[in-house]
């Protein structure tokens, strides 16, 4: 399947994923650097742009509860 990337006024940019894995991942990061959004549908690409899934944090541990003496 392929990866395709948008810029406003510019065309749509097609990615194949067969190409080898250190080629996708220097051009994403190019795309990216350039200004390009990753987008779903290369036929309307500006209400097809896909949004990224923000990182969760991690739930913090509970505290043991010092002794009174």
């Known amino acids: 399947m392929a990866q395709y990337w948008y810029k406003k006024d ?3 940019k097609r990615i194949s994923e ?3 894995d250190r080629d996708v991942i220097l051009q994403v990061k190019e795309l990216k650097a350039n200004g390009y959004v ?3 549908d290369r036929r309307n690409p500006g209400s ?7 990182k969760t ?10 002794k009174k003496k």
């Not at 944090?57 to 010092?66: F, M």
Request: charged letters at 45%.
């Open 38 to 40: 990753k987008v779903s």
């Open 10 to 12: 510019k065309r749509v």
């Open 48 to 54: 097809s742009i896909v949004k990224s899934k923000p």
């Open 57 to 66: 944090k991690p739930k913090s541990k509970a505290k043991p509860k010092s």
């Open 18 to 20: 067969q190409d080898d």
